[in-house]
């Protein structure tokens, strides 16, 4: 317990310093505050040092009880007394306050966590802090780069996601530009974001970690239509690959939507318009079965009675459905005996485009069936990640800069916050009290 005289630099909570005078004004409060350090000794000859003058000093820190704060640092300017010494007068410092800032270091950590955890934009922040943009990223970028550069955030990894994502959207200059976004499925921990979308990228980025980090790399789990599959042959050769489960289901759905814009083009002539009956029902089409209300599903099969007329739709809508089915298989032997009737059920529908679905996941027939040799290792966290990612390139307004865009990736999605621990409010006498 501190005593009255302690009061008022117990609610500062600044190291080292003690609250002088506090006025407040427009709201704001501004805080007098002084080091502890009365006295002070050259660094240069080490004779005992004289108090020469006193220089405020303004800096912006953590608000208090709601108010914005500036403390007025009335810093200490000191003589040497040495007359033959060269050092003659220094300003004091202090690790808390630093020369020349617009915040105090608290006040900087707290920045970064609220951009980083929080997921707060730059200039959110900056306003609630009444600073400038500047100030606040280099804050972030001083807080938040050693957290991420942190060895211990990427050890112990077991289960690797691989999925692309979006960096910058397509506009008159340039194609969408994408990056690779490599996951800790386990943890669900973003580990990276590296630009571009190839096998190359990923390699090079795997064969970056240490040996014995990837030969702890047990599964991993990938879309495999962008290279990825031969990038994790090579460079992980021990780690079993599986097909991601979101991207198959996925799959059996955009081959549903193309059968029915040929379906429908053959039969009209034109594009889906609102009242063709196959336009109308393109949603309903995406959605799992078991999803589908009793409403749902008396549009779905007027639909397809009036514009499906020789049922290709409707095969290719049996056939998305199952495969997706196939995922709540007990064992990988029943998935597999479900999966080869799913083939045969392609084979004979005569459908072109449920064919080619067939040829593409007969390609992958070893990843998609490591599916359930695996614990159901799926990219789903990684599906969430990108959401995530989204988020914070809504806060971020698109960005220009890629190490910018990656700290900020991290920050939200890749690392442990340790925040402090409040106490429960109820049940308790008062400490004051004590
Ligand atoms: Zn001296």
Redo the contacts with the bound molecule.
């Keep these: 317990m501190q005593d009255n005289g302690n009061a008022a630099t117990v609610m500062l909570g600044l190291d080292g310093f003690v609250l002088l005078a506090v006025s407040g004004e427009d709201g704001e409060l501004e805080q007098a505050i002084e080091t502890m350090a009365a006295t002070d000794a ?1 660094r ?2 080490g ?1 005992p040092a004289r108090l020469h003058d006193r220089r405020p000093s303004w800096v912006r820190d953590l608000p208090s009880g709601g108010r914005p704060v500036i403390l007025v640092w009335v810093k200490r300017v000191w003589r ?1 007394m ?1 007359a033959l ?1 060269s ?1 003659s007068t220094w300003t004091e410092t202090s690790e808390v306050i630093r020369p020349r800032a617009c915040l105090t270091e608290r006040a900087r950590a707290e920045a970064c966590r609220r951009v980083g955890q929080d997921g707060h934009s730059v200039a959110q922040v900056a306003a609630a802090f009444g600073v400038g943009w500047g100030t606040v990223m280099s804050a972030v970028r001083h807080y938040g780069e050693p957290l991420v550069a942190d060895p211990a955030r990427t050890e112990g990894v077991a289960a690797l996601g691989v999925d692309e994502t979006a960096f910058l959207a397509a506009n008159a200059a340039h194609h969408t530009i994408f990056a690779t976004g490599v996951v800790d499925l386990w943890a669900r921990r973003l580990l990276d974001v590296v630009p571009g979308r190839s096998g190359e990228v990923l390699s090079q980025w795997i064969s970056a970690q240490d040996p014995d980090w990837r030969d702890g790399i047990a599964v991993a789990a990938l879309d495999p239509f962008r290279g990825y599959a031969s990038a994790l042959r090579t460079s992980l050769p021990q780690a079993i690959r599986v097909l991601d489960a979101f991207h198959v289901v996925r799959l059996g759905f955009a081959a549903v939507d193309d059968v029915r814009r040929r379906v429908q083009q053959e039969s009209t002539g034109h594009r889906g318009r609102r009242d063709d009956p196959l336009y109308a029902i393109r949603r309903v089409l995406r959605r799992g079965a078991e999803h589908l209300s009793e409403h749902a599903w008396t549009r779905l099969l007027a639909g397809l009675d009036a514009g499906d007329l020789d049922q290709q739709i409707g095969l290719t809508w049996i056939a998305a459905q199952d495969l997706r089915r196939i995922y709540a298989s007990a064992s990988r032997g029943e998935a597999e005996a479900r999966l080869y009737s799913w083939f045969v059920h392609c084979a004979d529908s005569g459908v072109p485009e449920l064919r080619r679905l067939a040829t593409t996941i007969d390609s992958w027939t070893s990843e998609f069936l490591a599916y359930f040799t695996t614990g159901g290792l799926s990219n789903g966290p990684t599906e969430a990640m990108n959401l995530l990612i989204k988020k914070i390139k809504r806060v971020g307004h698109g960005f220009r800069n890629f190490e910018n865009y990656r700290l900020r990736l991290l920050l939200h999605c890749g690392v442990d916050w340790q925040t402090h621990q409040t106490t429960p409010l109820p049940a308790r006498l008062p400490r004051l009290a004590a």
């Design positions: 050259c240069s000859c004779v040497c040495e010494c050092a």
